[in-house]
């Protein structure tokens, strides 16, 4: 179980839902380990992403896929929602939005 400093910094990071389209709050939210505990995964702010509760319980179901890339989430919407296959990298963090311009420019 993630302890309150992994999930506010899991929070910063992620703004909410991280499933592109959802506008549930962090607040809302759930933390999901990337590489589930049961397989090895670390409860550690590098494994964890926040999901809504419905896409958190329906993730596989509907067949997004998350990973992680230095530290940023990234996902692959399911053949039905995009048939590219591409990995996006995923945030709502104002932070990361400012470092994505800042590196652009």
């Known amino acids: 179980m993630f302890n309150r ?3 506010r910094a899991i929070a910063l990071r992620d ?3 991280i499933i592109p389209g959802c506008a549930v ?3 809302w939210c759930e933390i999901h380990h990337v ?3 049961a397989h090895g995964g670390p409860t550690h702010t590098d494994n964890g992403v926040m999901l809504c509760w419905f896409h958190h319980r ?3 179901w509907h067949q997004w896929k998350i990973r992680m890339n230095r ?3 990234e996902v692959q919407a399911p ?6 296959g ?3 990298p995923v945030t709502k963090s104002a932070i990361r939005l400012t470092e994505l311009l800042v590196r652009r420019t």
């Open 86 to 88: 591409r990995w996006r």
């Open 15 to 17: 703004g909410g839902c």
């Open 35 to 37: 590489v589930e505990s």
């Open 58 to 60: 329906f993730l596989e």
């Open 79 to 84: 053949p039905w929602n995009d048939s590219s």
């Open 25 to 27: 709050p962090a607040a």
């Open 71 to 73: 530290g940023v989430p």
């Open 5 to 7: 400093h992994q999930r």
